[in-house]
T-cell receptor, first 114, second 112 residues
Framework: AQKITQTQPGMFVQEKEAVTLDCTYD???????LFWYKQPSSGEMIFLIY??????QNATEGRYSLNFQKARKSANLVISASQLGDSAMYFC???????????FGKGTRLHILP | NAGVTQTPKFRVLKTGQSMTLLCAQD?????MYWYRQDPGMGLRLIHY???????AKGEVPDGYNVSRLKKQNFLLGLESAAPSQTSVYFC???????????FGPGTRLTVT
């Protein structure tokens, strides 16, 4: 069975600092995809970044990068130069290839301090 | 292009009542999903569909039924609502493969 674990329920970070949100996963699928979503206080789900298990390089999207360590089964999200607008809930998600389920972790609430 | 829409946005039910939540997408996506979000639990997959006429169980399917009679619509039904089904329900769709999901705005359901 697939499993996503986010061990940080909440984090406080000073504005302009970099922040790393942890995500570990477990799957027996030979290939899979990993996603990060942001949920601000308004409630909508916003896609941030995607990493395929066979991608040779770590994914980057603007200030977001994904630190993918396949052997350790971790897919941490790194936000560089944090901004007040980054305060939100962040979810890690995974899709395997044996079925089409996409499962989510419990999330990390990030607070950016001015 | 409205993306993914959900109807209704809010609903209050009494225990034992039934209702149907409608999810509609205008992106011609094959895959559609229903999740529930509860505090401290993240998003949990209820049911999903990989194409018109198909449905499959997710992580927490009990108490819910779904139908995908048309490609653009995915219906979530509660036959006999229970207070444990008080939650925010999100629908999502995606084109296929390892594409990202597009989410609807959510439906806040309260069962008293």
């Amino acid at each position: 069975a697939q499993k996503i674990t986010q061990t940080q329920p909440g984090m406080f970070v000073q504005e302009k600092e970099a922040v790393t949100l942890d995500c570990t996963y477990d799957t027996s699928d030979p290939s899979y995809g990993l996603f990060w979503y942001k949920q601000p206080s308004s409630g909508e789900m916003i896609f941030l970044i995607y990493q395929g298990s066979y991608d040779q390089q770590n994914a980057t999207e603007g200030r977001y990068s994904l630190n993918f360590q396949k052997a350790r089964k971790s897919a941490n999200l790194v936000i560089s130069a944090s901004q007040l607008g980054d305060s939100a809930m962040y979810f890690c998600a995974m899709r395997g290839t044996r079925d089409d389920k996409i499962i989510f972790g419990k999330g990390t609430r990030l607070h950016i301090l001015p | 292009n409205a993306g993914v829409t959900q109807t209704p946005k809010f609903r209050v039910l009494k225990t034992g009542q039934s209702m149907t939540l409608l999810c509609a997408q205008d992106m011609n996506h094959e895959y559609m999903y229903w999740y529930r979000q509860d505090p401290g639990m993240g998003l949990r997959l209820i049911h999903y569909s990989v194409g018109e006429g198909t449905t499959a169980k997710g992580e927490v399917p009990d108490g819910y039924n779904v139908s995908r009679l048309k490609k653009q619509n995915f219906l979530l039904g509660l036959e006999s609502a229970a207070p444990s089904q008080t939650s925010v329900y999100f629908c999502a769709s995606k084109r296929g493969g390892l594409d990202e999901q597009y989410f609807g705005p959510g439906t806040r359901l309260t069962v008293t």
